[in-house]
T-cell receptor, first 111, second 112 residues
Framework: QQQVKQSPQSLIVQKGGISIINCAYE??????FPWYQQFPGKGPALLIAIRPDVSEKKEGRFTISFNKSAKQFSLHIMDSQPGDSATYFCAASVTGNQFYFGTGTSLTVIP | DAGVTQSPTHLIKTRGQQVTLRCSPI?????VSWYQQVLGQGPQFIFQYYEKEERGRGNFPDRFSARQFPNYSSELNVNALLLGDSALYLC???????????FGPGTRLLVL
């Protein structure tokens, strides 16, 4: 079964808008939650990651919000740009063990 | 510094054949993981190696095997190819098994 559920499958946002992608998990042993960005023909690139001891982490225009009690985490992209158009994957792992990836969200930012 | 490199970039095989994919980790990284990414899906974990020892294996059949060499490079072998093995195969390296993983560009395998 899918260990990490990601939504929406696709997202269209106007330039300058906020893109929000959500993920949910069941395994409470997960302790590392990264987000990856993937462009066509490329491998995933790490964007930002969080551990469950904090509720939010911000790096530039990218913010992860983490809700441990709801077992949910989300990626917020502020001031979205056309160059942000890519597929985004959330993932979760127990440190030192395999990563479980979501099914991906295709983001299109319209100029 | 060079990132994770994989070869070949593309590969076409027929059903029943065998394939070997190669991965060179980032210099200094000792852990390599392999993932299969089917079109439109997230990567699925196949193997993790650290210091030449297998540390983890995903839910893949025994047709899939891998190894890590003394220089920390790695090979993924798939025997008796099936049409469903067509996918992007990703290699990720990290300094250790608990560290951040960095992905290579992948090898796109097409099985006809």
């Amino acid at each position: 079964q899918q260990q990490v559920k990601q939504s929406p499958q696709s997202l269209i946002v106007q330039k300058g808008g906020i893109s929000i992608i959500n993920c949910a998990y069941e395994n409470t042993a997960f302790d590392y939650f990264p987000w990856y960005q993937q462009f066509p023909g490329k491998g995933p690139a790490l964007l930002i990651a969080i551990r469950p001891d904090v509720s939010e982490k911000k790096e530039g225009r990218f913010t992860i919000s983490f809700n441990k009690s709801a077992k949910q985490f989300s990626l917020h992209i502020m001031d979205s740009q056309p160059g942000d158009s890519a597929t985004y994957f959330c993932a979760a792992s127990v440190t030192g063990n395999q990563f479980y990836f979501g099914t991906g969200t295709s983001l299109t930012v319209i100029p | 510094d060079a990132g994770v490199t994989q070869s070949p970039t593309h590969l076409i095989k027929t059903r029943g054949q065998q394939v070997t994919l190669r991965c060179s980790p980032i210099s200094g990284h000792k852990s390599v993981s392999w993932y299969q990414q089917v079109l439109g899906q997230g990567p699925q974990f196949i193997f993790q190696y650290y210091e030449k020892e297998e540390r983890g294996r995903g839910n893949f059949p025994d047709r899939f095997s891998a190894r890590q060499f003394p220089n920390y490079s790695s090979e993924l072998n798939v025997n008796a190819l099936l049409l469903g093995d067509s996918a992007l195969y990703l290699c990720a390296s990290s300094f250790g098994p608990q560290e951040t993983q960095y992905f290579g560009p992948g090898t796109r395998l097409l099985v006809l």
